[in-house]
């Protein structure tokens, strides 16, 4: 079958689901970035031809991938990510009874792969601590659990691409961000603000696209899930 044949079947075939947060003012924002702000340059309304706004945010704004250089100087920059990094097959990793500010365990994973079939080299792992019922509040920026750095160790030693969670970041408030140097220095995206988990079955594919920063240390990312149509 032809890569053309191929798409068009997938647009007919399968469900889409944006996981990506809205990009507006008053977003939850980590406290020493700036705030995302919008302000209009020109409109109709101000008797301008055309509409456009001057966007002020921090590479790490709303749904975001974090790149190697983040936490490990001379690692990838986000220009540098593979196209295809975060494209492939991804598994949901129900963890909703994670005490706020606990972590995931290794147990917790190897109890979803006797379930639902090995974790393999390639895929993106989504964990779903249910956090983002708390997006737009005040919870939503502290106590956030998070996976321990055991947990991290072995999803890299499976040779997942990426790591996604639906919280504010992927290391537990208040611990010392062990994962972020680790991964991220051992070729392990991270992605965090990640929406609409709750959707999505416990194996899915998806599709994630960066904005392509020079030298960035991250960037917001349009990441869509991919489902059998039901």
Same mark, same amino acid.
């Given at each position: ?27 939850? $924002? ?20 055309? $509409? ?12 975001? %991938? ?32 994670? @005490? ?15 379930? $639902?079939?090995? %974790? ?51 290391? @537990? $408030? ?44 991250? @960037?917001?990312?349009?990441?869509? @899930? ?5």
């Amino acid at each position: 079958m032809k890569i053309t044949e191929l798409v068009n079947k997938i647009l007919e075939d399968a469900e889409f689901v944006d996981m990506t947060r809205m990009m507006e003012e008053g977003m939850p $924002y980590w406290p020493t970035q700036p705030a995302f702000e919008a302000e209009t340059i020109e409109s109709q309304e101000l008797g301008n031809e055309s $509409y456009f706004r001057k966007i002020v945010m921090c590479e790490h704004t709303g749904t975001h %991938i974090d790149a190697g250089c983040h936490f490990v100087p001379g690692k990838p920059s986000v220009d540098e990510i593979p196209v295809t990094q975060i494209f492939g097959r991804a598994v949901n990793i129900d963890v909703t009874d994670t @005490a706020p500010s606990g972590v995931v365990s290794v147990e917790k994973i190897q109890n979803f792969e006797r379930k $639902y079939g090995e %974790i393999t080299c390639g895929d993106i792992a989504f964990f779903r601590f249910g956090w983002d019922k708390k997006y737009g509040t005040k919870d939503y920026m502290e106590n956030w659990p998070g996976i321990s750095l055991e947990a991290g160790i072995y999803l890299q030693k499976k040779g997942v691409k990426a790591i996604g969670c639906d919280c504010l970041a992927l290391d @537990a $408030y208040g611990s010392t961000n062990p994962n972020h140097p680790f991964l991220l220095g051992n070729g392990v995206n991270i992605l965090e603000n990640v929406d609409k988990l709750y959707e999505l079955p416990e194996i899915f594919s998806v599709i994630g696209l960066a904005c392509k920063f020079k030298d960035g240390s991250g @960037a917001p990312i349009r990441l869509i @899930a991919l489902t059998d149509k039901k």
